[in-house]
């Protein structure tokens, strides 16, 4: 199935685990549903939303959430003598798709 989360579309299948972009509200532990299904395929042919596929959802349990690895944004003006070093650490989810239900 193809699902909406973290402002992001992921492919995602079931029993494999996914990194998005940190969700709002949710503990290590705790079940989410993704309503926001763009796409499924039953072996045949795909089925496609428009925007999203009515009754197919993705459930999934929520594993951790973590800091990504640290991004280092450094901007210079050669011969200036101007340099600037930024880090930025992004927050997300990790979760376990434990089922998908096709329309």
Known sequence: ???E???SQQFVSEGRFYECHSLKGVEPGSKIAFERVLGTHDGNAPNWGHPYVKGARVEAT??????AKKV???KYRPKKHYRKKNGHRQSMTRFLVTKVVKA
Do not use: K, W
């Not at 929520?62 to 800091?67: I, S, T």
């Open 62 to 67: 929520v594993l951790e959430n973590f800091d």
């Open 5 to 7: 989360v973290g402002g």
């Open 1 to 3: 199935a193809i699902i």
């Open 72 to 74: 280092i944004v450094f």
